[in-house]
Each structure stands twice: as structure tokens, then as C-alpha cells.
């Protein structure tokens, strides 16, 4: 999506989201890098309190496939 950054947050800081008031995740979030919170965020990749990085993503398992049941009668 267009103006959307996934952000992590500088090894040992602590940055703060200013619409939740929460701490960004040490893992990461996605962020709205326009607008006026984006100007919040724009702001910390400057000053190095966080970097652009990419989601992690977790590989569903491998499910098997259902085995149909031939019911004689």
C-alpha cells in the first residue's frame, strides 16, 4: 500500500506510536509514513529510532490432503 512502511523499531529503544500511545513492537509494525502521524514517523527514520525493514512471514505447514471415504453399502 502506498504510504505504508513496515518499521522496527532501533535495537534497544523503546519508540512510542503516537496514535496508540503504545510501543512499536521490537518486531515491527506497519505505519502510515504520510500525512500528519506520518510526518511522526518520517521523523524517527531520520534520527535512526527506526529503520525500514520486512514483515516476517510464517510458511503455513503442509497440511495433507483429505482422503475421500468410499462408503458400500
Known amino acids: ?3 505504508m512502511e513496515f518499521l522496527i523499531p532501533k535495537k534497544g529503544l523503546l ?3 503516537p496514535k496508540t500511545m503504545k510501543f ?3 518486531s515491527g509494525a506497519m505505519k502510515m509514513t504520510i500525512g500528519p502521524l506520518g ?3 518520517r521523523r ?3 534520527d535512526g529510532s527506526v529503520i525500514v525493514g520486512k514483515p516476517i512471514v510464517k510458511k503455513m505447514p503442509d497440511v495433507p490432503k483429505a ?3 468410499n462408503k458400500e453399502d
Open 39 to 41: 510526518r511522526y514517523w
Open 24 to 26: 512499536l513492537p521490537a
Open 15 to 17: 519508540v512510542r506510536d
Open 1 to 3: 500500500m502506498k504510504g
Open 67 to 69: 482422503r475421500r471415504i
Open 44 to 46: 524517527r527514520l531520520k
